[in-house]
């Protein structure tokens, strides 16, 4: 099945939704061009915050302090994505905090204090490290947070695209996007790098080259997008199909695990807020991983490979009722994952659409388990996670991003 035949099943609406493909293809460009200007600015303008926060994380690992990650909504999905990565490759005393709902109420619903209560709680303080990641607005809860930190010699990080930024703030990583899908892209970007490069200092087997300096990361990153499948057109067809079967009312699943169950997640909530009605986005796109949230350590770790066996997700998307012509999206940053290959395989009267890394793929690519796929190529010459899943991101933003700009959709 290719994007032609995907495509070629009218809707109720017929095709007359779905722009030619120089138009969306624009779309495309013009955000990656977004992403090129972030990066830009951010290497020129922010160096000297990055590398002050990257000292004190160095000194936070020797000193084994706390470092707390917060966001709300959509944000959240940054730090437990930083969380998996700091954890994973710097062995550091990291904790996530934040609630995706808390979006629901425009971050008026709950307690401002309730941060603060948690860090009182834990004792936090005395060089302990709070990073807020916050592109949605002025956030309370942080505020506070902040306020109580900094009175008890903590170190406040902010990672932001806001102009007016909240008293207490110590370190402010400012991202000069008003898109807030370009500012998130840039944050995990910018995480990614701080993760990468506290490994180049202090592990003497750590390999990446790419992760001494900002610039030459993001320089590899950039270089990474390249190529047939993440060409402006196929990232653009892509969108076509995810929107076809939005507009037809199919089931949606997305999927994945180690870094990219996070990558997942956000996929499937950018793709519910396109719906008019956001009961019809919750009834019928699904974040296939928060189903095994007793197992989220698991899959953070990467143990899910062995623990949750290779049919985890098949046997989670057969029970939420996958039917024929349904729209699975799995996520493999190495395109090796067996839990992610086995529903592509074993489902195979979906649509299945593949946001892969490293080359071709991996076996995912090479086997056609995937009608569509956008790959993270490889570059710099060492396989690095971090701007794999980085790439996977910016892949889903400028899709997102692209059905935007198409308006929201009712089956």
């Known amino acids: 099945m ?73 944000d959240y999905h940054i730090i ?15 904790i996530t905090m934040g609630i995706p709902e808390i979006t629901a109420f425009r971050n008026e619903g ?76 840039t944050a995990q970007i910018v995480l990614h790098f701080l993760s990468a490069n506290l490994a180049f200092k202090t592990d003497t087997e750590f390999k990446d080259q790419g992760a001494e300096a900002l610039s030459e990361y993001c320089q590899l990153l950039l270089r990474s997008l390249k190529g047939r499948y993440f060409s402006n057109k196929n990232l653009a067809g892509i969108s076509a199909v995810i929107e076809k079967k939005l507009r037809e009312g199919s089931r949606i699943f997305a999927f994945g695990n180690g870094g990219s169950a996070s ?47 290779s049919d985890a997700f098949t046997k989670i998307i057969r029970n939420l009722g996958v039917r024929n012509g349904d729209l699975l999206l799995g996520f493999s940053s190495s395109g090796n994952s067996e839990n992610i290959l086995h529903p592509l395989v074993s489902l195979d009267k979906t649509v299945r659409i593949g946001i892969l ?22 570059a710099g010459g060492f396989r690095s996670y971090q701007r794999a899943q980085d790439g996977q991101r910016i892949a889903v933003s400028a ?10 959709f009712t089956a």
């Open 357 to 378: 890394g490293f080359e071709n793929g991996g076996v995912i690519g090479s086997s056609n388990a995937a009608d569509l796929m956008a790959v993270v190529q490889d």
């Open 2 to 74: 290719n994007m032609n035949a995907v495509l070629a099943g009218k809707t109720k609406e017929g095709l007359k939704f779905y722009p030619d493909m120089k138009t969306r293809a624009g779309i495309i460009e013009q955000y990656l061009k977004q992403i090129r200007n972030a990066l830009r600015e951010l290497c020129s303008s922010s160096i000297d915050e990055i590398e002050e926060f990257s000292r004190v994380l160095v000194r936070a690992r020797a000193r084994h302090n706390e470092i707390m990650f917060f966001g709300t909504g959509q």
């Open 399 to 408: 899709i997102i991003n692209t059905l935007y700009d198409m308006g929201r």
């Open 263 to 309: 990558i997942a997640s956000f996929a499937a909530d950018a793709l519910k807020e396109l719906a008019n009605d956001p009961a019809d986005g919750y009834a019928r796109i699904f974040d296939v991983t928060s189903y095994v949230k007793n197992m989220t350590k698991s899959i953070n770790n990467g143990y899910i490979n062995g623990y949750l066996k």
């Open 110 to 185: 709950p307690c401002p204090y309730r941060l603060k209560d948690i860090l009182e709680r834990r004792h936090f303080g005395k060089r302990d490290v709070l990073v807020g990641v916050q592109f949605e607005k002025d956030d309370r809860i942080l505020r506070k947070a902040f306020e109580y930190n900094y009175e008890n010699g903590g170190i406040n990080v902010l990672i932001s695209n806001m102009k007016r930024i909240p008293e207490y703030t110590g370190i402010n990583i400012f991202i000069n996007s008003d898109n807030t899908l370009v500012a998130r892209d």
């Open 80 to 94: 437990n994505h930083a969380n998996f990565n700091f954890l994973k490759t710097n062995n550091l005393s990291v």
